[in-house]
């Protein structure tokens, strides 16, 4: 696998010459050690893993930091970089097909549901974690994955649930997931909140969801 820095991102590359590519976006942190792993790790199972700096270079430790950054964050910007980024993405020689799978944490999951919505014939799997959304979603054409917290003070529960019911009257698959006794960021080992078995159970389903909707390529021997 080859690993690198690609412009304001981290692009992580299989051992194949190619694979599908997977969209990475970060939550309010930045673009952290843990999302950089998370690139590795896709690549290592045959993806092609871009992740956009959506702060251009500004990472937060502290709750009070990250709303900042956020806050000062212009949205239209934010939602043409990761537009940007995933024509970008389907450009690379090394992405194939049509297609990509959108993976996002909290407001990187926001911003992957939008994209299913407003991108709809780029999407093809759009899994999140602890990430909610308000647009009509009837546009969309990916199959949804969610990992939510049992205890989440940043995810409204009502919208939670109507954004599920959308998904599923709209004809689309949709398989969200209810970890007990976990809080917002259980998923990520850099948090105090981090629950590693319900973060391996999470990522364990992640990685079966993109196999299903984005296989890679089977070794050749």
Known sequence: MDSEHAGTGYLALPDAPTGPGILVLHAWWGLTDHVRGVCDSLAEAGYVALAPDLFAGRVATEVADAEQQL????????????????????????????????????????????????????????????????????????????????????????????LESELHLDGLEVEFHRYPGTRHWFAEPDRPEHDPAAAALAWDRTLAFFRHHLPPPQPVF
């Open 71 to 162: 806050a000062e964050a212009d949205a239209d910007q934010l939602a043409h970089l990761t537009r940007s980024s995933l024509q970008a993405l389907l450009r690379l020689p090394s992405t194939t097909g049509d297609t990509v799978g959108v993976l996002g944490w909290s407001m990187g999951g926001s911003m992957a549901l939008w994209l299913a919505a407003r991108v709809p014939d780029a999407v093809a799997a759009t899994a999140v974690f602890y990430g909610g959304q308000d647009i009509d979603m009837v546009d969309a054409r990916s199959a949804f994955l969610g990992h939510y917290a049992e205890d989440d003070d940043y995810v409204d529960d009502d919208g939670l649930v109507l």
